[in-house]
């Protein structure tokens, strides 16, 4: 396929980054958790007196490096650009948006949506958020099984290890959650459809 322009993958760096963290926005204001690295820095921030984006960058480092070792420069440098968008979008996205009420249903449904498709947003433009996005891709590569249900499964994996942190209601909202951002994955992100090459 014809590649990205510069510019087109700026723009879509800056655009699938917002979407996530506008996601993941959603998820923590009804305390719910996610799946990934995402999810394990939620968890952290709800215990740590440490910021859901400081933790999220710092626990994706090592993934970034994987990223440049097996998909080269280019997508390692946009994976990380990505990431640190994220965390400071999710950072500082209360400054500009508060909820007065909130129906937690509605935040998992959106919250996922979200997180879907703007991670649909930087896989298209040879970038992702690290983490097992990282490892969801190499075996898509490897195997040709598409990221969602891959994703899907290490994501529900993660939530249900909450257990002992939260109720068992939003756990079942969370994983809710990464139901709808991996079926949006599925359907949307398949090998034999749309197909980016990371090497530079």
Same mark, same amino acid.
């Given at each position: 396929?014809?590649?990205?322009?510069?510019?087109?993958?700026?723009? #879509?760096?800056?655009?699938?980054?917002?979407?996530?963290?506008?996601? *993941?926005?959603?998820?923590?204001?009804?305390?719910?958790?996610?799946?990934?690295?995402?999810?394990?820095?939620?968890?952290?921030?709800?215990?740590?007196?440490?910021?859901?984006?400081?933790?999220? =960058?710092?626990?994706?480092?090592? =993934?970034?490096?994987?990223?440049?070792? /097996?998909?080269? %420069?280019?997508?390692?440098? !946009?994976?990380?650009?990505?990431?640190?968008?994220?965390?400071?979008?999710?950072?500082?996205?209360?400054?500009?948006?508060?909820?007065?009420?909130?129906?937690?249903?509605?935040? #998992?449904? #959106?919250?996922?949506?979200?997180?879907?498709?703007?991670?649909?947003?930087? =896989? /298209?433009? %040879?970038?992702?958020?690290?983490?097992?996005?990282?490892?969801? &891709? &190499?075996?898509?590569?490897?195997?040709?099984?598409?990221?969602?249900?891959?994703?899907?499964?290490?994501?529900?994996?993660? *939530?249900?290890?909450?257990?002992?942190?939260? +109720?068992?209601?939003?756990? #079942?909202? +969370?994983?809710?959650?990464?139901?709808?951002?991996?079926?949006?994955?599925?359907? !949307?992100?398949?090998?034999? %459809?749309?197909?980016?090459?990371?090497? +530079?």
């Amino acid at each position: 396929m014809e590649k990205h322009t510069k510019k087109e993958d700026g723009i #879509a760096l800056l655009v699938g980054s917002f979407l996530v963290a506008l996601g *993941v926005f959603f998820l923590s204001s009804a305390h719910l958790l996610t799946g990934g690295t995402a999810g394990l820095a939620l968890l952290l921030s709800q215990i740590s007196v440490l910021s859901f984006g400081t933790l999220y =960058f710092f626990i994706n480092l090592p =993934f970034y490096a994987l990223a440049w070792l /097996r998909f080269g %420069r280019y997508f390692a440098i !946009n994976s990380l650009i990505s990431g640190a968008l994220v965390s400071i979008f999710a950072d500082n996205l209360h400054y500009l948006i508060q909820f007065n009420s909130i129906n937690n249903i509605f935040c #998992a449904v #959106a919250g996922g949506l979200l997180i879907g498709i703007g991670m649909l947003i930087l =896989f /298209r433009h %040879r970038s992702s958020l690290g983490g097992f996005n990282v490892m969801c &891709l &190499l075996i898509q590569d490897k195997t040709g099984i598409s990221i969602g249900k891959t994703q899907l499964i290490l994501d529900c994996s993660i *939530v249900l290890t909450s257990f002992f942190f939260v +109720s068992g209601w939003i756990i #079942a909202l +969370s994983i809710l959650g990464a139901i709808v951002m991996n079926i949006t994955l599925a359907m !949307n992100h398949k090998p034999t %459809r749309y197909t980016v090459k990371y090497q +530079s």
